[in-house]
C-alpha cells in the first residue's frame, strides 16, 4: 500500500529494512525480533527508558557487531556440512546487506549520536575537515560542503569557534551539519533535539524536515518528545525491545481509537511498570 510518501534518485526502495533482529546484553534482551521497513521521509522512534532505542542505534551504525543469532539467542548451527550458517538477523540500508557491504552503506549514512562525538578543542571547521577527510572529501569541496551546510543552519558565523565555547544548540547543529557533510541518503538521529530551548529545537526540526522532504532522505529519528511527530511520519514504538506498532501516525491513531500520539504511546506502553 502507498503511504504516498516521497520517492526520488534512491526510487522506491526501503531506506532501512530490518529483519528479526535481536540483542542480548548477557541475558539481558534489549531487542526482541525486531523488524522494520523504514521508507523515504522521517520514520519516527518513540520508546521509553530502556526500550532499546540506542542498541537498535549502535548495530544500524555498526559500533555493535549485528548477531548471528536466532530470536532465541541461540547460535545457529550450519544444517549442511561446510555450507555457511544463515543469519536469521538482516538489516539492508538502500537494499544493500549491512552484514557484508559495511564500509560503502555507512558512506550513504549521516548520524547524529545521543552523546556528543564533537571534538571540544577543535573549531567548527576543523571537526567537519576532519570528518570529511575521513569521507575521502577533498579539502577543496569539504570547505565548500561546511560553507553550505553551515549556512543551512544559520551557523555560518561559527566556523571559527572552538567547540567548547559553543552553546548547547550550536553544538548539536554542529553535530546534525556534521552527519550531512557527506550528503548522505540515510539520516540516523538518537535524539537530536534533547536538552535545547524551543528556537533551537525548532530550527533543527524545520531543517531536518526540508531536507528530508528536498532530497528525498530516510530519516529514523529516535525521540521522547511526542509533539515531533506529524500525523504523515511513519511512527514506531518501540517497547522493552518489542516493536509495538509501526504505520503512519494518523492511521495508527485511528487504528487504535485513540485522538494522538501521546495516548498512542500511553496505551501501547502502559504495561511499562510491570515490567
Ligand atoms: N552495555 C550494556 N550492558 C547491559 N545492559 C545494557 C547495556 N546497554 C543497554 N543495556 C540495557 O538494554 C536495554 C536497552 O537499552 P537502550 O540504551 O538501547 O535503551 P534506550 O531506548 O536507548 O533508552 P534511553 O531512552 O534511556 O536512551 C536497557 O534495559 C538497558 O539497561
Redesign the pocket.
Known amino acids: 500500500m502507498s503511504d504516498g510518501r516521497s520517492s526520488n534518485q534512491y526510487g522506491n526502495s526501503a531506506g532501512i529494512e530490518v529483519r528479526n533482529l535481536s540483542y542480548h546484553?548477557?541475558k539481558?534482551q534489549?531487542l526482541d525480533a525486531v523488524s522494520l521497513t523504514l521508507s523515504n521521509g522521517i520514520n519516527m522512534l518513540l520508546?521509553?527508558?530502556?526500550?532499546?532505542?540506542?542498541?537498535?542505534f549502535s548495530l544500524l551504525t555498526g559500533l555493535k557487531t549485528i548477531p548471528r543469532h536466532n530470536v532465541k539467542g541461540v547460535r545457529i548451527k550450519a544444517s549442511t556440512k561446510g555450507a555457511a550458517p544463515k543469519p536469521t538477523c538482516e538489516i539492508s540500508v538502500r537494499g544493500v546487506n549491512l552484514q557484508n557491504t559495511r564500509t560503502d552503506i555507512m558512506r550513504s549514512m549521516g548520524v547524529v549520536f545521543?552523546q556528543s562525538t564533537l571534538d571540544l578543542d577543535l573549531t567548527v571547521q576543523q571537526n567537519l575537515l576532519y570528518h570529511a577527510s575521513l569521507h575521502g572529501i577533498s579539502p577543496k569541496t569539504a570547505l565548500r560542503n561546511i560553507e553550505d551546510v553551515l549556512l543551512t543552519l544559520s551557523l555560518n558565523n561559527k566556523l571559527n569557534a572552538k567547540v567548547r565555547r559553543l552553546n548547547g544548540g550550536h553544538r548539536r547543529r554542529v553535530e546534525l551539519a556534521r552527519a550531512l557533510l557527506h550528503k548522505p541518503s540515510v539520516l540516523l538521529l538518537d535524539e537530536p533535539t534533547v536538552g535545547l530551548d524551543i528556537e533551537s529545537r525548532a530550527l533543527i526540526i524545520k531543517h531536518v524536515r526540508t531536507l528530508t522532504e528536498r532530497e528525498g532522505l530516510c530519516v529514523l529519528w529516535a525521540t521522547?518528545l511526542m509533539d515531533e511527530v506529524t500525523s504523515a511520519d511513519n511512527l514506531i514504538v518501540?517497547h522493552a525491545?518489542q516493536v509495538k506498532a509501526q504505520g503512519i501516525s494518523n492511521k495508527l491513531c485511528a487504528h487504535y481509537q485513540v485522538g494522538s500520539v501521546a495516548e498512542l504511546y500511553r496505551q501501547l506502553t502502559a504495561n511499562m511498570e510491570a515490567l
Open positions: 546484553y548477557g539481558m534489549a520508546g521509553p527508558n530502556g526500550a532499546g532505542k540506542s542498541t537498535l545521543q521522547h518501540l525491545g
